[in-house]
């Protein structure tokens, strides 16, 4: 799905970058899941940060949110490891929900992202497989 919004802050260490009004979430088959913020290195670069885990190991802190273990970061196609979470809350509701997430590789720099909807309901987009 893909949501639009504001994306208000979109750190790496403690560099904050510009980062889009747009963010996706995908679901696999597999249970991984991935948080996509797009930001803009510069006026030529997009950098892709996808933010994955297994939506089976998700926590559900209230009926309309959840908190997802992250362990692994996707940044342009580079596989990262390490540890982290991302909080989200339902994009259905008719209010604005946030979208937060943060990630410790095992070695290297944090990774922050903070998103907010505009409260409309997202787009959704299936992509057949196999």
């Known amino acids: 799905?893909?949501?639009?919004?504001?994306?208000?802050?979109?750190?790496?260490?403690?560099?904050?970058?510009?980062?889009?009004?747009?963010?996706?979430?995908?679901?696999?088959?597999?249970?991984?899941?991935?948080?996509?913020?797009?930001?803009?290195?510069?006026?030529?670069?997009?950098?892709?940060?996808?933010?994955?885990?297994?939506?089976?190991?998700?926590?559900?802190?209230?009926?309309?949110?959840?908190?997802?273990?992250?362990?692994m970061l996707i940044v342009s196609g580079e596989i990262i490891k390490g540890s982290g979470e991302c909080y989200f809350e339902n994009p259905y509701g008719g209010n604005k929900a946030r979208i937060e997430c943060d990630f410790q590789p095992d070695k290297g720099i944090r990774y922050s992202n903070y998103f907010m909807t505009d409260g409309q309901k997202p787009d959704i987009v299936e992509i057949p497989t196999g």
């Open 1 to 71: 799905m893909s949501l639009k919004g504001n994306c208000a802050v979109s750190r790496i260490s403690q560099t904050q970058t510009s980062c889009r009004d747009r963010i996706i979430h995908t679901s696999y088959d597999t249970s991984r899941i991935g948080f996509y913020f797009l930001s803009d290195r510069d006026r030529q670069d997009l950098l892709i940060v996808a933010y994955s885990g297994l939506a089976i190991a998700s926590q559900k802190p209230s009926s309309d949110a959840r908190i997802q273990p992250i362990d």
